[in-house]
């Protein structure tokens, strides 16, 4: 790594020290940036900035619905700590939302042949019910079972179908959404998704709903579905439901928030990212507050630090990634004309769980750069390269564009069980985790912005096309970008 012109160095007494014993000398810049990646990663460890600001934004703010005025004051919120830090360019980038929703009072209730409560929560961007209805209860079974009902079964029915899923693969969601469309043109009432979380705990998404779903469908903890199915099988059952969702007259406005760290050759470019909108059951503490305080504290650390890199390091907080990674995609059409410019982006959306390494989403020519980018993290164990790919979370939409686009990696642990639920909350967080989150990010942020060679090249169209046919992202690509050309 070459020397910066203007960086200030700041060489603590062991580095002075250590010139003195018999080693040979290494050269001024190994030695700089060795010092510099150590002062990032012990800044992170100690300063507690990542879990005081978690605590802050869960506390005081809590859920952010894309298009609430949680999400802007969250917006607010992350500019102001942005600007107090001395980040360069601090700024928000609006754009169109195309629906606005608000979650109403969802409440269900089994009436007849026995009266009990249900716990059920609604999916995001769903109609509600017209004011209390009583409906009955049809059971559709698991997709592919084999089970049919007649249309004057479904017609005014809620319908439990048994897609115990939370997970976004293309089979899943766009399974999903054409059982909910064919409800729908039934005449179905309501649709029940039996929720696959433990404990009587629902689940909620908006995921192929945005901007609009076909009718109230609502998750069911197992327990319950498990009980009407049991019902059912003996004989008829009602249930009462009462879902006060309800959707903006138009289109909405949204923001995501922007700062640099500038660098000596400042066009070009390194993204840190994290999406800042939640679900609202609980804090949106895991999902995806964690990755917007690691990445707002790394931005802090290299700012407090004085860092001064060659390429730009810029950090950017998107809204609207629930729906349908809304905020990214329009980051990508509004900056079109500098995606050469971007080296690489970088983003963390999995939770506070420790950190391993990056996933390449199935760029193959990413490996050997990335690989020694990451040495300085082996220590901490975050060094690992994953081949995988996957559409969770606003990489895709650089994946999409051909930007060279990384997932910060990390264990899964108990993510999934906390994954849109009412305990996603900050006190399930370990600080020692944001601390090594905010590390790993600064770190990967401070080594690609220092790195001479390009990890590697915005591929064309034509070589996108190729690498989601490769990964078997191709399906989720055409349900999702619907107009874009083969
Ligand atoms: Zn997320």
């Given amino acids: 790594m070459r020397h910066l012109s203007g960086a200030i160095v700041v060489l603590a007494v062991w580095v002075a020290a250590s010139s003195t014993n018999s080693a040979p000398p290494r050269p001024d810049d190994e030695r700089k940036t060795e010092e510099e990646i150590a002062r990032i990663v012990g800044y992170s460890m100690t300063r507690g900035g990542a879990s005081a600001f978690l605590e802050t934004l869960t506390d005081t703010i809590g859920g952010r619905i894309t298009g609430s005025p949680e999400s802007q004051a969250t917006a607010e919120l992350i500019l102001k700590s942005l600007k107090e830090a001395g980040l360069e360019n601090a700024h928000f980038e609006e754009y169109e939302l195309g629906s606005v929703w608000r979650y109403g009072r969802a409440t269900a209730e089994l009436v007849s042949p026995v009266h009990r409560s249900l716990y059920i929560g609604s999916y995001g961007w769903v109609?509600?019910?017209?004011?209390?209805?009583?409906?009955?209860?049809?059971?559709?079974?698991?997709?592919?079972?084999?089970?049919?009902?007649?249309?004057?079964?479904?017609?005014?029915?809620?319908?439990i179908v048994d897609q115990q899923s939370s997970g976004v693969s293309s089979t899943y969601a766009g399974a999903r959404l054409m059982i909910a469309k064919q409800m729908a043109q039934a005449g179905a009432e309501a649709m029940f998704i039996v929720s696959d979380k433990p404990d009587r705990m629902v689940y909620t998404s908006a995921f192929g709903f945005y901007p609009r779903g076909p009718l109230p469908i609502l998750s069911i903890a197992k327990e319950d579905a498990a009980l009407l199915r049991r019902l059912l099988a003996k004989g008829a059952a009602k249930v009462r439901l009462n879902i006060e969702n309800s959707f903006g007259s138009g289109p909405g406005r949204?923001?995501?928030?922007?700062?640099?760290?500038?660098?000596?050759?400042?066009?070009?470019?390194?993204?840190?990212?994290?999406?800042?909108?939640?679900?609202?059951?609980?804090?949106?503490?895991?999902?995806?507050?964690?990755?917007?305080?690691?990445?707002?504290?790394?931005?802090?650390?290299?700012?407090?630090?004085?860092?001064?890199?060659?390429?730009?390091?810029?950090?950017?907080?998107?809204?609207?990634?629930?729906?349908?990674?809304?905020?990214?995609?329009?980051?990508?059409?509004?900056?079109?004309?500098?995606?050469?410019?971007?080296?690489?982006?970088?983003?963390?959306?999995?939770?506070?769980?420790?950190?391993?390494?990056?996933?390449l989403n199935g760029r193959q020519d990413l490996e050997a750069t990335t690989k020694k980018l990451l040495k300085p993290l082996a220590s901490l164990g975050a060094n690992g390269l994953s081949l995988d790919a996957d559409f969770d979370s606003d990489h895709e939409s650089f994946i999409?564009?051909?930007?060279?686009?990384?997932?910060?990696?990390?264990?899964?642990?108990?993510?999934?069980?906390?994954?849109?639920?009412?305990?996603?909350?900050?006190?399930?967080?370990?600080?020692?985790?944001?601390?090594?989150?905010?590390?790993?990010?600064?770190?990967?942020?401070?080594?690609?912005?220092?790195?001479?060679?390009?990890?590697?090249?915005?591929?064309?169209?034509?070589?996108?096309?190729?690498?989601?046919?490769?990964?078997?992202?191709?399906?989720?690509?055409?349900?999702?970008?619907p107009d874009a050309k083969p």
């Fill in 127 to 159: 109609p509600g019910t017209p004011g209390p209805i009583e409906v009955p209860v049809a059971d559709f079974g698991a997709p592919g079972e084999g089970r049919t009902l007649t249309p004057e079964q479904v017609r005014g029915a809620a319908v």
């Fill in 254 to 359: 949204e923001r995501n928030v922007v700062a640099d760290i500038k660098g000596s050759e400042a066009h070009e470019m390194v993204l840190l990212t994290a999406h800042f909108d939640s679900w609202d059951a609980a804090q949106g503490a895991n999902d995806n507050g964690a990755g917007v305080a690691t990445v707002l504290e790394a931005a802090r650390i290299l700012k407090a630090l004085q860092i001064r890199p060659k390429y730009t390091i810029r950090f950017v907080f998107f809204s609207g990634e629930e729906q349908l990674a809304n905020g990214s995609r329009a980051y990508v059409e509004q900056h079109k004309a500098e995606l050469d410019n971007i080296r690489a982006m970088i983003n963390t959306d999995s939770g506070a769980q420790e950190p391993l390494g990056l996933q």
């Fill in 400 to 481: 999409v564009a051909g930007v060279p686009a990384y997932e910060l990696l990390v264990k899964r642990g108990d993510y999934d069980v906390r994954h849109h639920t009412i305990v996603d909350t900050f006190e399930k967080i370990r600080p020692s985790l944001l601390g090594m989150h905010t590390a790993v990010m600064a770190v990967i942020g401070y080594q690609f912005a220092n790195a001479n060679d390009r990890p590697g090249r915005r591929l064309s169209h034509t070589e996108v096309i190729e690498l989601l046919k490769k990964t078997g992202l191709e399906p989720l690509y055409r349900l999702e970008y």
